[in-house]
Structures are given as structure tokens and as C-alpha cells.
């Protein structure tokens, strides 16, 4: 009877905590055809990645992709797996840790920091009820992909809420607004370029590459290829790049429909037959290096620049666990925890914390 009158235990698990979760794309438990199989599987059923009607799609997907791509996919894979595992995972658990060092500081005891994949595990609905468990009533979600595209990010964000349609108490939930012109990302972003020519020595030209979407998909309202050109557009001002200077390119074509042009593939192997000095490729839309980047651009993307004449071809690694970056994420997140912590109002640590990130990246930042 008393029951009825006190409070469900819940309540009294206090202080409630908030979530972060990271989410990224996911990448298969081994480089094996059996583990890239159900990877691919997951991935390739999402209505938001192929948009074909689910009928035809099915018949597609089963009869032939299933049968061919798991095999031809897991050899990439092998060539760029670690000792730890999948580069994607690896760096995205880094990153989790690193961000999580860098906001325990200013809130301890009242975060938990963690990861999740949209395909493959850890699941975001794994990973949401842990953060349930750890008595997280409030939770933000950032999408690893600085530039929105229904494929990716309105993925991430329809998980989340198909998991919480199954959830008698939701946590309240904040995701991350795209942050493709955000002046810390791009300052990240810039300062990985400068610190590898650095090192290299500065190209004669810079590919900014980014992951393609179907041609289509910019016809019914998706933004990403605005986002991906801004992006571009904001990296080469901070590098002081005039136009003749720089490419913006879209890669990893699937399948035979049109995606956005120019194809990454089309530009190197064009610039290959310039016989161009140096090509400086950098990848500003992944934020952690993976088979997109490492297979692809760094392997596929040399071999075939040489094979057309060019000399030499110099990979600039992913944001992965840069400073820079680490602290943007660190920046994003704190955007969202001041709405919560200041009930809305208007709060200066915010700016500060901005303007923070931007003084260390004009130190880093300083032009060869
Ligand atoms: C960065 C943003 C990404 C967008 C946009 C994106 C769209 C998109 N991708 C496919 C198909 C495949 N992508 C694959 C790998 C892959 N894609 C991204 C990111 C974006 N995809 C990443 C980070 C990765 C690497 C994962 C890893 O494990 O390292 C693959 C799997 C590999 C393969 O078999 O080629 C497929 C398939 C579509 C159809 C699409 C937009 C509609
Ligand atoms: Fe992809
Ligand atoms: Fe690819």
C-alpha cells in the first residue's frame, strides 16, 4: 500500500547525471567477408542510405551486393586494419577518452563520456542504456560528421529517437547542430594541413576530398553539398589558397546513379596527367581516418595519381586526436551543457570557452 505513496527509486538517485555520446558511422567486427556481410547488411538497409523502394532494394541488396561487395570489402579492410582493430573504432574510442579528460575538469562526478556506431557496436541503443543505468536523465548527441546529410547525421538522430520510442522514461535529448563552418573546426582543420606541410614541404596543390551522396539527394533539400563547398571554400581562407589552388572533390562512389561531382577519382587522375610537382589530399568531412581515407585516398588515390604521371602524392591524415579538434568537440559539447546548466539563459562560459580554442589555434596556427 505505502507503495503508492513514495516515490519511485529514481528519484532518489541523485545527483542525475548527463550523457555525451559520440556517434560515428560503425565499421565490422573483423576484415573477414563473414563480419563485413551483416555490417553491410545493417548499413545498406537503412532507408536513409539507399532510397530505392524496399522490394526492389531487398531483391538488389540480397541477390547480388551481399554475395559480391563482403568479400571485395573485406580485403580493403585488411589492408588498413591495426593491431587494435578498425582504424574508425580506434580513433573514435581515443577521441571519446580524450574528450572526456578535457570535460571531467570543469564537471566532475556529473558527465559521463561516451561512443557509439550507427552500424555495428558498440549500438547507440546499447550505449543510450548504459548511459540510462548511469542514471544520465539528460543527454547530448554528436554526430561525427561536421557537415549534415540525411544519410548520416538524420540517421544517427532517427536511432536515437527509435530507441527512445521504446523507453517508458526518456532522457531529454540535445544533438549537435552540423558545425561545418564552425571557426574552431576549420581552425582544426587548418592547422592539421599547416603542421603536415610542416613536415612535407607545401604541395603544389590541394584536394580537399569528401565523401560523395547521390546527385539527387541535393535536388530534394539535402545541404551537404553546400556544406562540404563551404567547408572547402572556409579552409582554403584560412590557408590563404587562391582558387587555382585548391580542388573540392567527392569520393566513394556506390553503385551506378550519379553522385556529386567532380569524382575524387576523375581530379587525381587528371591532375596525375598535369604531371603536377605534389599533391597535398586532405579528407576535412572525416573526422577520424577509416577504409574511406587510409584504403582509398591514401593507397587506391597514390597508386593512381603516379600510374597517370604524377610525382609525388602526400596523404594528409584525418583530425583524429589533434588538439584542436579534441577541444571543437569539447566546444560543441559545452554549447549544449550551458543551455542545460543555465536553464537557457545566457551564459559567458561559453564565449570563453570559444575563445579559448581560438587563441590556441592562432599560436598553432602560425603561416609557414
Ligand atoms: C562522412 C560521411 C559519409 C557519408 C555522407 C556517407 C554516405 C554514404 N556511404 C555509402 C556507402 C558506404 N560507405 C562505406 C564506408 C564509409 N562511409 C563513411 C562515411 C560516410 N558515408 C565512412 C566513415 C566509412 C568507413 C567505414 C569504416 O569501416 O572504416 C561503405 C562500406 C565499405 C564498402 O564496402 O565500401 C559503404 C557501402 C552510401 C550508399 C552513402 C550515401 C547514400
Ligand atoms: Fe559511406
Ligand atoms: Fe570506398
Redesign the pocket.
Known sequence: MARFFTEPAFAHQNPAKIGVLLV?????EAPTAAA?RP??RQ??SDP????IPKPIWWLILNGIILTV??K??AE??AS?WTKEG????VWTEKQAKLVKGLLGESLPGQLVVDYAMRY?NPSIESQIAKLKAANCQKIIIVPL?P?Y????TASVNDEVYRVLQKTRFQPAIRTVAPYFDHPAYIAALAQQVRSHWQVNGRGDHLLMS?????RY?LSKGDP?HCHALKTGRLLAEALELTPEQYTVAFQ?R??KAE?LKPYTSKVIDDLGKKHIGQLDVFCP??V???????E?IAIEGKHDFVSAGGKKYNFIPCLNDQPLWISTLETLIKTELTGWLTNGKADSRNENQLNQTLSLAKTLNTPN
Open positions: 560515428n558511422l560503425g565499421t565490422p563485413v555490417y553491410l548499413f545498406l536513409r542510405v539507399v532510397e561487395r563482403p571485395k570489402s580493403k579492410y588498413i578498425s582504424p574508425l573504432k555495428g560528421y557537415q546529410a540525411a544519410s548520416t569528401f565523401h560523395g551522396v547521390p539527394t551537404y566513394s556506390f553503385g553522385w568531412g572525416f577520424a581516418d577509416c577504409l574511406e581515407t587510409l582509398e
